[in-house]
């Protein structure tokens, strides 16, 4: 065991397994250290700065936390990202839609899109996972999603407390004048 070991498995456990090469280097912890353990196979190398621990069991939101820390830290997940996450309706995206303010240069997997993010957006963190708000979110895919499928939503999002009452009553009017 080296000296980065615990330092490394404590930042990536409190993240779904995963350390930026960021993370890493404000801890102490150059790049050349992380590209070791990955060839050692302690790490694994899933995108530009991004590494996740071999040894962990995988979680539901996974791929949810890894499509977030690919595109970068002011990313979050976006619209029927939200929804799929949060099991709040059924949704299967072809794609993680990922909003993020800034430009995104680095070449990225296939399942994320990156988004423009709109002005209105709340970003809450649900499960650990930088999220448009929900409220948000239900509105973003009005185009896209089935109008009872959203009604469902906003009815388990209120049961579950990620909406209040004035944010369900407003969702359900939007969702009148789409119906």
Do not use: H
């Amino acid at each position: 065991m080296t000296k980065y070991d615990d330092i490394i498995y404590d930042i990536a456990s409190d993240n779904f397994g995963l350390i930026t090469s960021a993370e890493a280097r404000e801890a102490g912890v150059s790049n050349m250290e992380l590209v070791q353990y990955a060839r050692r196979g302690r790490l694994e190398r899933i995108g530009q700065g991004l590494y996740r621990l071999t040894r962990r069991t995988p979680e539901a939101n996974d791929s949810y936390a890894a499509a977030v820390a690919l595109v970068g830290p002011e990313a979050y997940l976006y619209g029927e990202g939200v929804l799929g996450m949060l099991e709040l309706c059924p949704v299967n995206p072809a794609y993680i839609p990922v909003a993020t303010p800034k430009r995104v240069r680095k070449q990225l997997p296939s399942y994320i899109r990156v988004v423009n993010p709109r002005e209105e957006d709340a970003v809450e963190t649900y499960d650990g996972i930088r999220s448009q708000s929900v409220a948000a979110a239900i509105r973003s895919c009005l185009p896209t999603v089935l109008p009872d499928r959203l009604t469902s939503a906003v009815e388990t999002a209120f049961a579950e407390g990620y909406i209040n009452e004035s944010e369900k009553k407003a969702l359900a009017a939007d969702l009148e004048v789409v119906a």
